[in-house]
């Protein structure tokens, strides 16, 4: 069997591809990036670029060595943290306890007169059926101004806000106590800038619908405690007072720095240390000495510095 | 009419010490009637809980005063004692001054105690110590704060400080309008 054709058809389409560069490209398989470092024909490149630049890469055959990657297998790490499951809301805890299971209710409710499906709610929703229809229903204690139709949307609206509040008393109760700290905050911040003027804020600009800003009330022990109670907190303001002054007991100026040394010490060491050592405190100090110890030859010669310290002695005493 | 906050409870503690040490017990720990302070209108009354609890019913600028006033809270939050307050220190006083008879009239005119009045002194009062004024027949007059201890006393000459003015009965005339 002759397979030359079939040889030579393979090395021509190797050769279609096979490219003459002056310097190898350069691989990084890494990124799977081939660069081309060989200099550009700047003459071709200003005359025309855009045909330079295709006829400069190479074309993809249909049939040519393309390798066919397999699907990456590494699992990359999560950036972000899990999500946190979200805190129940009042009713999940109750329906929860109680064990009632969700119903979940269609958007859509069949409505028999009308013979069509209509929104729950919303565009033409049914839960504005009552409000919207042409005769109504009085009742036999109704005013005379009684509007059959407002008071079924003032009810209505007022079902809205009320589970307005109950989501947002739901969201205030899900959040954590830093989310409550950061808003703190915050709003502490607000405050401040908001009163930060020469005015103290009195003559800024208010917002639409701004809350006006009310400081924390005081908030006094009522008037009729238990007689025992308080006299049970009297005397231990007074224990607290009379331990206090036993600690913090006042002395009379004079003897001060000896007094801070206790034991009625004449010597005030702190000061007497600091004069010794030239300022560099008694760890230094202690240092020096022993190898003052260690070393005969010197001793004679720091005998100087321990007559300083004497004299830092003597001047503590006269300060004291 | 409200109770003392704790601040002011130590406020008004501290200043009675001055004067009667650890006798304070006795005024908050009475065997007789439960008796308590209160804060109205910046005054504190020391107060038995009965007539408390009576003046409750008054409303806040209808009730002019109730129990005894001891003293009042300046407004940068410092408390003050006032004469009406003598009888308790009087009672529970750790140092006490006796004037002579011609010094008692000066004393109750607002000066303050010299040297040449001086009846009595407790033994080893210190100095700046809260003392109570008497009178030679033992009649509380006042109260102040010594300049010198009794130890020095004995170098100064008759026209020296010995102790200063804080209070005196004169205020009662003085200072009608505003003491209670």
Not at chain 1, 128 to 135: H, N
Not at chain 1, 145 to 155: H, L, Q, T, V
Not at chain 1, 222 to 235: A, F, M, V
Request: overall charge positive; hydrophobic content about 35%; aromatic content about 6%.
């Amino acid at each position: 069997m002759d397979v030359s054709a079939i040889i030579e058809a393979e090395a021509a389409k190797h050769s279609a591809i096979a490219v003459e560069k002056d310097s190898a490209v350069e691989i990084d398989a890494g990124l799977l990036t081939i660069t081309d470092p060989n200099p550009i024909d700047s003459q071709s490149y200003s005359a025309d670029k855009e045909t330079y630049l295709t006829e400069l890469a190479r074309e993809v055959f249909p049939d040519g060595p393309l390798a066919l990657l397999p699907k990456p297998t590494t699992q990359l790490p999560r950036a972000k943290p899990l999500p946190k499951p979200k805190p129940p809301t009042k009713w999940e805890q109750f329906s929860a306890a109680k064990g009632i299971s969700k119903k979940i209710k269609d958007r859509k409710l069949w409505d028999e007169e009308r013979q069509e499906w209509v929104n729950r709610w919303g565009v033409d929703g049914k839960n504005k059926e009552k409000e919207e229809q042409w005769i109504h229903e009085l009742p036999d204690n109704a005013d005379d101004d009684f509007n059959p139709a407002a008071a079924a949307r003032a009810e209505r609206k007022k079902r809205v806000a009320k589970n307005e509040k109950q989501k947002l008393a739901n969201m205030a109760r899900a959040q954590t106590s830093e989310q409550r700290e950061r808003k703190a905050e915050i709003e502490r911040t607000l405050l401040t800038t908001k009163s930060s003027t020469a005015s103290m804020g009195k003559f800024d600009k208010k917002l639409e619908g701004e809350p006006k800003v009310r400081g924390v009330k005081r908030k006094f022990a009522p008037n009729e405690i238990p007689s025992e109670q308080e006299k049970k907190t009297s005397l231990a303001i007074l224990s607290k007072l009379d331990s206090g002054t036993a600690k913090v007991g006042k002395k009379p100026k004079g003897d001060h720095a000896s007094g801070a040394e206790g034991d009625g010490a004449v010597l005030n060491v702190r000061k007497a240390l600091r004069h010794a050592s030239g300022g560099r405190g008694g760890a230094a100090l202690g240092r020096e000495l022993g190898r003052n110890n260690s070393s005969r030859g010197r001793a004679g010669a720091r005998g100087g510095r321990r007559g300083s310290s004497s004299r830092g002695k003597g001047r503590g005493k006269s300060s004291s | 009419m409200r109770p003392l906050t704790e601040e002011e409870q130590a406020a008004v503690f501290s200043k009675l010490a001055n004067y009667i040490g650890k006798n304070i017990v006795h005024l908050v720990d009475r065997n007789d009637e439960a008796y308590c302070f209160r804060l109205h209108r910046d005054r504190v009354y020391y107060v038995s809980e009965s007539s408390m609890r009576l003046a409750i019913s008054v409303a806040r600028p209808n009730l002019v005063s109730l129990g005894t006033c001891f003293g009042k809270f300046s407004k940068s939050g410092k408390f003050k004692l006032h004469i009406t307050a003598l009888d308790y220190l009087a009672q529970y006083a750790k140092y006490k001054v006796w004037v002579k008879p011609n010094g008692e009239m000066p004393f109750l005119y607002g000066n303050h105690v010299v040297k040449a009045h001086l009846g009595r002194i407790t033994e080893d009062t210190p100095e700046h110590q809260g003392v109570v004024v008497y009178s030679m027949r033992d009649i509380p007059l006042g109260f102040g704060v010594t300049a010198r201890s009794t130890v020095d006393t004995r170098k100064l000459d008759p026209t020296a400080i010995l102790v200063y003015r804080q209070a005196d009965a004169g205020e009662y005339l003085r200072d009608e309008d505003t003491l209670f």
